[in-house]
């Protein structure tokens, strides 16, 4: 199947600092890409859908500011979590729509996001 | 009430049983359904894609849809204990926004 990759895999950082999370797709064209947050043995928030060469679309309750998303090329999308605190850390995944495939949807392997 | 249901089990089962996941909806938009593996701090994986109502095959894996009910499964035939994980269901309608069930925790015991 389609690899999306997400790079850094884990992530320390200090408080107060901001840290970006490239999510990739490697073998297709990604126009529509997804972020999402996951906290330990909970499902998969939605944050943001990311289209290529527009705005972020976010959702409730996720701060814009904090969380920009850029999304400059069909194969790259960015998340930065800006001003990191504490209670950013999470395991945080890209996902990235093929169009070609039914509109399938791939994940990447995640982002570990510690803020110390 | 959630527009995606799941129980979170967990569900364990001996070596060679059949995994029986499913998974109910409210949205009547809905119509793309997928079956997703989370192995412990992964990604989730793709297993299942299936578009509309029907029934779908691939491997040890049945995926089946009934629109009509709003509920979807997932079969694991002859289980091994690579398949622990978490299974996850999502769904969507035509925006491709996916809604997630809340995960199904397996363990298939050696």
């Given at each position: 199947?389609?690899?999306?990759?997400?790079?850094?895999?884990?992530?320390?950082?200090?408080?107060?600092?901001?840290?970006?999370?490239?999510?990739?797709?490697?073998?297709?064209?990604?126009?529509?890409?997804?972020?999402?947050?996951?906290?330990?043995?909970?499902?998969?928030?939605?944050?943001?859908?990311?289209?290529?060469?527009?705005?972020?679309?976010?959702?409730?309750?996720?701060?814009?500011?904090?969380?920009?998303?850029?999304?400059?090329?069909?194969?790259?999308?960015?998340?930065?979590?800006?001003?990191?605190?504490?209670?950013?850390?999470?395991?945080?995944?890209?996902?990235?729509?093929?169009?070609?495939?039914?509109?399938?949807?791939?994940f990447g392997e995640g982002s570990?996001?510690?803020?110390? | 009430?959630?527009?995606?249901?799941?129980?979170?089990?967990?569900?364990?089962?001996?070596?060679?049983?059949?995994?029986?996941?499913?998974?109910?909806?409210?949205?009547?938009?809905?119509?793309?359904f997928m079956w997703y593996r989370?192995?412990?701090?992964?990604?989730?994986?793709?297993?299942?894609?299936?578009?509309?109502?029907?029934?779908?095959?691939?491997?040890?894996?049945?995926a089946q849809v009934d629109k009509?009910?709003?509920?979807?499964?997932?079969?694991?035939?002859?289980?091994?204990?690579?398949?622990?994980?978490?299974?996850?269901?999502?769904?969507?309608?035509?925006?491709?926004?996916?809604?997630?069930?809340?995960?199904?925790?397996?363990?298939?015991?050696?």
């Amino acid at each position: 199947g389609a690899v999306v990759s997400q790079h850094p895999s884990w992530v320390i950082c200090k408080s107060g600092t901001s840290v970006k999370i490239e999510c990739r797709s490697l073998d297709f064209q990604a126009t529509t890409m997804f972020w999402y947050r996951q906290f330990p043995k909970q499902s998969l928030m939605l944050m943001a859908t990311s289209n290529e060469g527009s705005k972020a679309t976010y959702e409730q309750g996720v701060e814009k500011d904090k969380f920009l998303i850029n999304h400059a090329s069909l194969t790259l999308s960015t998340l930065t979590v800006t001003s990191a605190h504490p209670e950013d850390s999470s395991f945080y995944i890209c996902s990235a729509q093929d169009r070609t495939v039914g509109n399938t949807i791939y994940f990447g392997e995640g982002s570990w996001l510690t803020v110390v | 009430q959630k527009e995606v249901e799941q129980d979170p089990g967990p569900l364990s089962v001996p070596e060679g049983a059949i995994v029986s996941l499913n998974c109910t909806y409210s949205n009547s938009a809905f119509q793309y359904f997928m079956w997703y593996r989370q192995y412990s701090r992964k990604g989730p994986e793709l297993l299942m894609y299936t578009y509309s109502s029907g029934n779908k095959e691939d491997g040890r894996f049945t995926a089946q849809v009934d629109k009509s009910s709003k509920y979807i499964s997932l079969f694991i035939r002859d289980s091994q204990p690579s398949d622990s994980a978490t299974y996850l269901c999502a769904m969507s309608a035509t925006n491709y926004k996916l809604s997630f069930g809340a995960g199904t925790t397996v363990t298939v015991r050696a």
